[in-house]
C-alpha cells in the first residue's frame, strides 16, 4: 500500500472520483491534496471532506506570492479546517521568479510561522534557490516536520537539507534519464527521512511518460525509488507509508 503525499487533484483533467477510484484500485491507501493559491487550498479542503483517504493541504506557491497580502487572510480561515494536515506548498522559486524575490521570501517565512504555530506539517517547493531556502532554514530554523517535495537536488543538497530536519519527497523525476544527481540524492538519503509522491498532473513517471500524472502512479514512482535504493518494493512502500504518517499525522487505515 502507497500514499502519495503530494498531488493536485483538482488540477486533473479527469474526474476526482474517477481518479480516486483508480489509485485505490492500484494500491494507493491515501493521498494528500495540496494548495498552491486559495482556489486550489479550498478545493483540497472540500475533496478531502468527502474522501476518508484524501487529507489538504493549504498554501500559496511561490508563484503566487505577489498576491500574498490579498489571499493570505483565506489561507489563515482555510487552514483551521478539520482535515488539513500541512501548510503549503510554499517555498522559493528562483526559476521562473513569477513573483518578484522578495515578495516569496516573505511569503516563505509566514507560512512557516503558521505551520509552527498550528503544528503542521511544512510542505517546501525549491527551484534554483537553496542558498536562500537554507539562509532561511538558518535564521528561523525547520519546523520539526518540514518535507522539501519533488527533490529535484543532488547529494549536497540533500545533506543540508537533512541538517535542517527535513524530510524528503521523490517524485517521478527520480525515473528519467537524466536525473542522475537526484538517484544519488535517493541512494543516500536515510529511510526514515523517506516520501513518495506523483506532484500529479504533473512530472508522469516512467513508464508513463507523456500521460497527465495521476495518484496510481506512485506505485511506479515507488518501483523507481525501490530498484534505485536496491530494496524490495515492499519494504520500501512500508517505510514511505509509515514515514508519511508520521509527517503528516495521518491514520493507519488498514487496520
Known amino acids: 500500500m502507497w500514499i502519495d503525499t503530494h498531488c493536485h487533484l483538482p488540477s486533473l483533467t479527469a474526474d476526482a472520483n474517477v481518479v480516486l477510484a483508480d489509485a485505490r484500485a492500484s494500491g ?38 505577489k498576491d500574498f497580502d490579498v489571499a493570505w487572510p483565506a489561507i489563515e480561515q482555510l487552514v483551521i479546517a478539520p482535515r488539513v494536515v500541512a501548510v503549503g506548498e510554499t517555498g522559493l522559486d528562483f526559476h521562473y521568479n513569477y513573483s518578484p524575490a522578495d515578495e516569496q521570501l516573505a511569503s516563505f517565512r509566514r507560512h512557516l510561522e503558521l505551520a509552527r504555530d498550528r503544528d503542521l506539517a511544512l510542505v517546501v517547493h525549491v527551484r534554483d ?75 508522469a513517471p ?10 496510481a502512479y506512485v506505485a511506479a514512482v515507488g518501483a523507481a525509488l525501490a530498484a534505485v535504493r536496491e530494496v524490495p518494493v515492499e519494504e520500501l512502500a512500508a517505510q514511505t507509508s509509515a514515514n508519511a504518517r508520521s509527517m503528516f499525522g495521518l491514520p493507519n487505515l488498514r487496520f
Do not use: M
Open 28 to 65: 494507493v491507501e491515501q493521498v494528500v491534496c495540496v494548495g498552491t493559491d486559495v482556489v486550489s487550498s479550498r478545493a483540497s479542503v472540500v475533496l478531502a471532506a468527502a474522501n476518508d483517504d484524501v487529507w489538504a493541504t493549504v498554501g500559496l506557491h511561490p508563484h503566487e506570492a
Open 129 to 203: 534557490a537553496w542558498d536562500a531556502l537554507f539562509a532561511v532554514f538558518a535564521e528561523l530554523g525547520a519546523p520539526p516536520r518540514t518535507v522539501i517535495h519533488c527533490f529535484t537536488g543532488g547529494p549536497e543538497e540533500l545533506d543540508a537539507a537533512l541538517g535542517f530536519g527535513c524530510s524528503i519527497s521523490f517524485s517521478g523525476i527520480v525515473s528519467f534519464k537524466n536525473a542522475e544527481p537526484v538517484r544519488a540524492a535517493a541512494r543516500a538519503c536515510p529511510s526514515d527521512r523517506l516520501l513518495v509522491e506523483t506532484d500529479a498532473p504533473y512530472l
Open 206 to 215: 516512467v513508464p508513463h511518460r507523456g500521460e497527465e500524472n495521476r495518484p
